[in-house]
């Protein structure tokens, strides 16, 4: 199967090349905005690559340019360092609805995007799919109004879609301003203290790995189509136990500066994920 992945060189799309390069019978086509970039990953070699950038408009059949894919997984989205910022309703959010509709329109028979558990606005406790969407801030509209473009475009065009919400996840090759990377980044410089929020924020975690795996399950059945599904672990924990675990499993101690940062506006107190749609997939 031939399969085209958008964001190939970020965080989740170097793991997720990975992951399905497992696989013999899947034949990747890999797409970023700098091959340049994308040479110094290892598994350059074994897709074939092929350079675009968003921010250049729709000049031809998508379809036809990246070769004729059996199925996108779009996982590539700007701007992800300011959650706020306009620039994802009103630049990305446009660009990224011409490029599916380019793609779909050309022959392109399954889509699958990665969405936000932010969707889910500022509600509290268990997050199930059937809960109707309330996104507050623009990422988080952008990305919901995607889904719903999605919808609309099936009216269309003959294609199914996987919705995939993810929550959080952590490891190798994440943001540099993330949580776990700072304290990653502190206990290799073997600092005394660690500055972060209170963390009495209850949260949702995957490791990377995990969250490439459930993706890569998703996209590949065919039970649970044209719906939302929750990459998520089920597991709700505190931010402090979080880190206080990950601390206790590399024998590391250090002053935990509870309270230094505040607590972020634009997401709840405490949330996580309703992983039972999943699990139906896991126990297959």
């Known amino acids: 199967m031939k399969i085209l992945i958008t964001g190939a060189t970020g965080f989740i799309g170097c793991h997720l090349i990975r992951e ?19 040479k110094k990953f290892d598994w350059f070699s074994e897709v074939e690559y092929i350079e675009y950038d968003f921010n250049e408009g729709i000049g031809e059949n998508l379809y036809a340019f990246f070769g004729k894919p059996d199925k996108l997984i779009h ?3 700007e701007d992800l360092s300011n959650y706020n910022s306009s620039s994802h309703i009103s630049v990305i ?9 380019s793609i779909v329109a050309g022959g392109l028979k399954e889509v ?3 969405g936000t558990c932010f969707e889910y606005g500022m509600i509290e406790g268990c997050l199930s799919e059937d809960i109707n969407t309330k996104p507050e801030n623009p990422y988080a509209v952008a990305k919901d109004s995607l889904r719903k473009f999605i919808v609309n475009l099936q009216k ?3 294609f199914i879609y996987k919705w995939i919400r993810l929550f959080y996840m952590y490891g ?4 540099k301003t993330s949580l776990m990377y700072l304290l990653d980044r502190a206990i290799q410089n073997k600092d005394k203290e660690f500055n972060m929020s209170g963390g009495e924020q209850v949260r949702d975690f995957l490791l990377i790995d995990k969250v490439v795996q459930n993706i890569n399950l998703i996209a590949s059945q065919d039970t649970l189509i044209n719906q939302s ?5 089920g597991e709700p924990i505190l931010v402090k136990n979080l880190v206080k675990n990950y601390l206790n ?12 940062y505040p607590y972020p506006s634009y997401e709840p107190m405490k949330f996580w994920g309703d992983d039972s749609k999943l699990k139906t997939l896991e126990s297959k």
């Open 20 to 38: 399905l390069l497992k696989s013999e019978s899947n034949q990747i086509v890999a797409t970023s905005r700098s091959v340049d970039k994308a």
């Open 172 to 175: 190798e090759g994440q943001s």
């Open 229 to 233: 599904i929750n990459c998520c672990s």
């Open 249 to 260: 499993e590399r024998q590391y101690q250090i002053k935990l500066n509870l309270g230094f």
């Open 156 to 158: 269309k065009h003959s």
């Open 75 to 77: 996982l590539a989205w």
């Open 93 to 101: 959010l446009p660009n990224h609805c011409d490029f599916i509709e």
């Open 112 to 114: 699958v995007v990665t």
